[in-house]
């Protein structure tokens, strides 16, 4: 048996997840690409920092500034009577925060894409920035934005690391699959681990189907070669 | 209302002063080699492009003085033609050109689209789903009617006919004069090509390096070069005004002055058609002795040498032909013709050798 709530949560969190990240996504990424601002480059580094630090480095300073003692987690406690940490909700900032570069750096390859001409096109014509991005760039970025969020999605249902330290492991309330398995195998029950592990691979090798065939319809490398 | 831009851009290697006429359908020529800052200085006026320093004004409107203040392109009315269109690839014909069309009913939007497809003879497209499969020429006509459409106070046209072959390109020369000056919108427009120049120009400024060398109406700019840098780039030909009298079997009769020269119609022409007459200084040939009546469709013209000026292995002689001729000849041919101040000589013209820019 799959251990389904396990299943649902994760779903949840990969959902909302996405939602947030193309919310917030793409106007970062239209920024951090069309920007002129030197400092640019900063937020861009700090955007990737999640695709090379240590997911337990990032929990453990989430588990810091989100936790009882922090002016956040205080405030967010007196708020709504009970902790951010070890809530669905810290899970799911915490779950924004590391899969922030899936989101943003296939639809920055995307919009660097788009003929700037297009974009000074739309200016001349007398629409502001927010229309063009609406009308213009993301309509030419279709497939970079897809991608975006279905790396999001499958990114978040995979994260281990992160969701250990910030949420701990309550069933039903932060217990994600990855921990489910690494509970199972904690356990010695291999048959679960691996019907659970099973359903996951198959997962993943969907989404990879889909975000390659997303890339040949639009005819350009939305991963460009940062996706291994 | 007529009033001026004016225009004093310092960017990069550009340092452009100068004022534009702002007359209804005037159209003002940016003439230069690749390079010289043409563009940069039409793209400064768009709002495309900050400039260093420097202002840029119209008619007292502040658009950009190089520091704080600054009007963003979306806010200076003007309308803006690509080199090589730049439609939105993913929206119809329709949606193209009624893009910049803001704060109207929807019915007013619909009618502005229609006339402004009519005015660049595109009407026939309207319905069409794509903008893919539009011909390079039916693709530059939407464009124009999108910078047509929200009815801008000024129109940039970034090298229109260059990225077209050169059929399209002749024919569409012609009807964009016509569209630009009954449109009543004042233009700019950049080219290095100095027959779209002609075509297109009443009057040009002429930019080397990034610098303004030399502007006025477009006849005096071609045909008498302030200096030898202008003249290496505005080419060596005579820019006389004309007007076609005669077509016959793919010859066209014009009158220059006080003669009527025979050309070859390259171009398509009407009687009574106002055009340039072109003739490059290697094509005046020069002959002494009385000018031999039946060698049509030669052109012989009896002259009187004004000048020579030696450039090398080529010496310059400026003629007094009713008007006024400039021609290159060998300095071994001079000698033997005993060119010289007040000469009276023969200038003969190939009739293939005599190029009609209508306009």
């Known amino acids: 048996m799959l251990d389904w709530p396990s299943i649902v949560l994760s779903v949840q969190l990969a959902f909302v997840t996405t939602i947030v990240l193309l919310a917030v996504g793409i106007p970062l990424a239209a920024w951090l690409t069309f920007t002129r601002a030197r400092w640019a480059v900063a937020v861009e580094a700090i955007v990737a920092l999640p695709l090379v630090l240590p997911p337990t480095v990032l929990g453990y300073y989430l588990l810091v500034a989100l936790g009882a003692q922090s002016p956040v987690g205080r405030w967010w406690t007196e708020t709504t009577g009970s902790p951010l940490v070890f809530s669905f909700t810290g899970l799911l900032i915490a779950s924004i925060l590391y899969s922030l570069p899936f989101a943003v750096q296939p639809m920055m390859a995307a919009f660097a894409g788009i003929d700037r001409r297009l974009l000074e096109a739309s200016a001349v014509l007398g629409r502001r920035w927010p229309t063009t991005l609406a009308r213009v760039v993301l309509p030419g970025a279709r497939a970079g934005v897809a991608t975006a969020a279905v790396l999001t999605f499958a990114h978040t249902i995979g994260e281990f690391g992160v969701v250990l330290m910030v949420g701990g492991n309550i069933p039903g309330v932060t217990r994600t699959v990855s921990i489910d398995i690494y509970d199972d195998v904690q356990a010695f029950d291999y048959a679960a681990a691996g019907r659970t592990s099973i359903a996951l691979l198959a997962f993943s090798v969907i989404v990879l189907i889909a975000v390659y065939s997303l890339q040949r319809r639009s005819g350009r490398p939305v991963l460009a070669g940062w996706v291994k | ?359």
């Open chain 2, 1 to 359: 209302m007529t009033g001026v831009l004016a225009v004093d851009i310092h960017r990069h290697v550009v340092r452009a002063r100068m004022d534009i006429d702002l007359s209804p359908g005037h159209v003002t020529v940016l003439f230069g080699p690749s390079g010289s800052g043409k563009t940069t200085i039409l793209r400064a006026i768009a709002g495309l492009e900050r400039i260093d320093a420097g202002r840029i004004a119209w008619d007292g409107e502040t658009w950009d003085d190089g520091g704080r203040r600054v009007i963003p392109a979306r806010a200076r009315g003007v309308g803006l033609l690509f080199q090589d269109h730049a439609l939105f690839p993913h929206m119809s014909v329709g949606a193209n050109v009624g893009y910049g069309v803001t704060g109207v009913s929807r019915e007013e939007r619909a009618a502005r689209v229609d006339a402004a497809l009519r005015a660049v003879r595109a009407a026939h497209l309207s319905t069409r789903p794509t903008v893919h499969g539009l011909s390079g020429g039916e693709a530059q006509r939407i464009a124009l009617a999108r910078a047509l459409a929200p009815r801008p106070r000024l129109l940039l046209l970034d090298e229109p006919l260059s990225a077209l072959d050169s059929p399209t390109r002749l024919g569409l020369r012609t009807e964009l004069r016509h569209i630009l000056t009954s449109e009543g919108i004042p233009s700019i427009v950049v080219t290095h090509d100095r027959a779209e120049a002609l075509a297109l120009g009443d009057t040009a400024a002429v930019i080397i390096d990034g610098t303004i060398r030399q502007s006025g109406p477009v006849a005096d700019v071609f045909d008498r070069p302030a200096n030898a840098d202008v003249a290496a780039v505005v080419g060596v030909e005579t820019a006389l005004p004309g007007r076609v009298v005669a077509l016959d079997r793919g010859l066209a009769q014009v009158e220059v002055g006080p003669h009527v020269l025979t050309s070859v119609a390259t171009a398509p022409l009407a009687v009574g058609e106002a055009v340039y007459v072109c003739v490059r200084a290697e094509d005046i040939s020069l002959d002494v002795g009385p000018a031999s009546a039946g060698a049509s469709p030669r052109n012989h013209l009896r002259a009187t040498v004004l000048a020579t000026t030696q450039e090398g292995p080529l010496v310059r002689v400026t003629l007094d032909a009713g008007v006024q001729l400039v021609s290159a000849i060998t300095r071994p041919s001079a000698e033997e013709l005993q060119i010289a101040p007040g000469r009276e000589v023969t200038a003969v013209i190939k009739s293939t050798s005599v190029h009609l820019i209508p306009r």
